[in-house]
Every structure is written in structure tokens, then in C-alpha cells.
Antibody
Framework: QVQLQQWAAGLLKPSETLSLTCVVSGGSFSAYYWTWIRQTPGKGLEWIGEVTLSGTTNYNPSLQSRVTISLDTSKSQFALRVSSVTAADTAVYYC?????????????WGQGSLVTVSS | DIQMTQSPSSLSASVGDRVTISCRASRSISDYLNWYQQKPGKAPKLLIYAASNLQSGVPSRFSGSGFGTDFTLTISSLQPEDFATYYCQQSYSTLPVTFGGGTKVET
């Protein structure tokens, strides 16, 4: 049973860089899309992007210029960086495992990390 | 982006009720539609994938249907643990994947 464990970023000031890590246990990295999703009261659930074992990344076009997702299989983890944060980046951030069986869906999730951006 | 619209945004129901939640896509998404349940303070949980396939371990009272632009999540007999918010998600266009705004099922 795969488990995803996140480490929280907490409070950031505008213009700082958000960094989150998700540790994966109990499963393989291959054949999955390691994904970050965020949730705000205003915009709901928003897909941020994904990385695969081959290192292929895909990002939400609305965030692409500021987002980097990376994978470190030696540490069984993947990471999210969002640069130049503003109050609009305040959200609960989730890591998730994506699978494709026809549709692409997210079958395992981290517990979520609340990130607040405030001066 | 493909817009996903859920209705209603909230509904009131009682234990034992049959509950139906709708999700409409702004254009055809075939059956690339998934459903999630979220309880307060928790991550979403996958219920249904590819419109009608029940995720392993999910009770059979949950079912999904639809194709193209119109989809439905049905709970055949609402249980106390089913009071939650439900989201649909499309993956026909994956850049980006998009979610509906949610339907809160409350007493």
C-alpha cells in the first residue's frame, strides 16, 4: 500500500520561493505520474503539474513560468518549487500519485500542507 | 481549459436517501471523468475512475455514469460516513487536468 508523506512549508513572504517535499513509501515510481495539486476556497482544486520516472514534467500553463517539479528516486521523494509567491499562492498543497487506466486519476494522496503567503 | 460544472453546489439529504450529483464538461471528454470524496481536513479520496469504474475498496453503493459532457455520481443509500464534499475531475485534456467546484452533501 503506497503512502505519501508531505513536509510542510508553512508561512512565506511575498516574492519568496515555496518548497515542498513528498516522500513515497510502499510503492514503485515507475508507471505513475507524481503530481502536485493545490486547493483554495476560491479556486477549488487546481492541478499544478507532474513528473514521471523518466524525468518528464508537465505543468499547468497558468503556473508554468514559476513551477518546478523534480524527482529523487534515491530518496524516494519528489518535490515542488514555486518561485515569486504571492497571496494568491496561499493554499493547501497536496502531493498525489497519478495513474492512467483510460482516464488519468489520482489514487493516493499526501495529507496536505497549508502554505500561507503573507507579509 | 475544459471547465467542469457540478450541480447542485450543495444538497441536503438523510441517511438512506438516494443521492445524485451531476457534472457537466464544457466540451466532450469521452469517459475521461473521475469522482472524489473529500471530508474536512482530509485529502480527496478516489471513488470512481473512467466514468463508471469503482475504485478498489469503495462501497458498491457508489456508482458513476455518463459519457461525453454529462456525468452522474449516485449514492444508492446514503450512509452517515458519506456526508462530505464530492468533486469530479476530467483528464481528456491533461494540460491542465481540471476539477469541478464540488458538491457538499449535508444533513
Amino acid at each position: 500500500q503506497v503512502q505519501l508523506q508531505q513536509w510542510a512549508a508553512g508561512l512565506l513572504k511575498p516574492s519568496e520561493t515555496l518548497s515542498l517535499t513528498c516522500v513515497v513509501s510502499g510503492g514503485s515510481f515507475s508507471a505513475y505520474y507524481w503530481t502536485w495539486i493545490r486547493q483554495t476556497p476560491g479556486k477549488g482544486l487546481e492541478w499544478i503539474g507532474e513528473v514521471t520516472l523518466s524525468g518528464t514534467t508537465n505543468y499547468n500553463p497558468s503556473l508554468q513560468s514559476r513551477v518546478t517539479i523534480s524527482l529523487d528516486t534515491s530518496k524516494s521523494q519528489f518535490a515542488l518549487r514555486v518561485s515569486s509567491v504571492t497571496a494568491a499562492d496561499t493554499a493547501v498543497y497536496y502531493c498525489a500519485r497519478g495513474r492512467i487506466l483510460g482516464s488519468t486519476f489520482f489514487d493516493s494522496w499526501g495529507q496536505g500542507s497549508l502554505v500561507t503567503v503573507s507579509s | 481549459d475544459i471547465q467542469m460544472t457540478q450541480s447542485p453546489s450543495s444538497l441536503s439529504a438523510s441517511v438512506g436517501d438516494r443521492v445524485t450529483i451531476s457534472c457537466r464538461a464544457s466540451r466532450s471528454i469521452s469517459d475521461y471523468l473521475n469522482w472524489y470524496q473529500q471530508k474536512p481536513g482530509k485529502a480527496p479520496k478516489l471513488l470512481i475512475y473512467a466514468a463508471s469504474n469503482l475504485q478498489s475498496g469503495v462501497p458498491s453503493r457508489f456508482s458513476g455514469s455518463g459519457f461525453g459532457t454529462d456525468f452522474t455520481l449516485t449514492i444508492s443509500s446514503l450512509q452517515p460516513e458519506d456526508f462530505a464534499t464530492y468533486y469530479c475531475q476530467q483528464s481528456y485534456s491533461t494540460l491542465p487536468v481540471t476539477f469541478g467546484g464540488g458538491t457538499k452533501v449535508e444533513t
